[in-house]
């Protein structure tokens, strides 16, 4: 079953809200959700944010631990995506 990407929309708008005072999180947050159902590894998602590797370290890691994002590792490469029920 795929969610409508409304629904997905819906729900990041209010993780983001969340996530206000984690400038990372929350451009973590928008950036998978123009990615819905793709994966990325963590070098992709510091140049896409133009950030910094210790602060989307940080926020993916507070993210996958919360639920939000999904971690996964394949062929020994770790990639994140949102979790299936965000």
Sequence with gaps: MT???????DKLHKLIGEYAEYRYCQEILLFLERHPHARFGH???IRALNGSRWGTEQALN????TGVVRKC???GVTLYSL???E
């Design 3 to 9: 969610i409508s990407q409304s629904a997905i929309r």
């Design 43 to 45: 070098p992709t998602i």
């Design 62 to 65: 507070h993210l996958t631990h």
């Design 73 to 75: 590792v394949e062929n």
């Design 83 to 85: 979790s299936v029920d």
